[in-house]
């Protein structure tokens, strides 16, 4: 039986818990562009670019702990993108590989009208196999390729673009 998740929206105070989550990613290579951790400082200015209304943060809670969260970004910041946004998911490491990102992924796919979107998009190194697997089984279609783009680990890397478009 899949875990039972309930979402709510992000407040300042859980930043250092969202911080904890996305540094836990860093060292693996495999999931973000930063190569050290990030402080709770450092993104401040990310937290703020959120809203509940367009652009939510929102925490994964799993029996009463947080395991994860969810954002969605404005994509470049342009009026004529209002209705496309980035999406990000990040799970604790003792969750990841358990089905939970295909929870989430749908939760956010199906709140995403209702948020005014209707492109989603992720950022996803060709390496990370398993969130590309997870988004493509979303029906997500790769709409760009970067070719080693970033340096990771010594390592040039590439990054794809997937996309999906949200019927109302």
Known sequence: MAAALAYRNAIISDLPKVVEIYNSSVASGM??????????????AWFEAHNPETRPLWLVIEDDETVGWVSFQSFYDRPAYNATAEINIYLCPEKQNSGL??????????????????TLI????????????????????????????????GEERTLKILGKRILP
């Open 122 to 153: 992720g950022y996803i190194f060709a390496h990370n196999e398993p969130t590309l697997r997870l988004f493509r089984s979303f029906w997500f279609e790769d709409w760009g390729t970067l070719p080693n783009i970033a340096m990771i680990e």
């Open 31 to 44: 999931v973000t562009a930063d190569t050290e951790p990030v402080t709770v400082q450092s993104r401040y």
């Open 101 to 118: 990102g295909k929870q989430i992924l749908q939760y956010a796919i199906n709140m995403a009208p209702q948020l005014g979107i209707k």
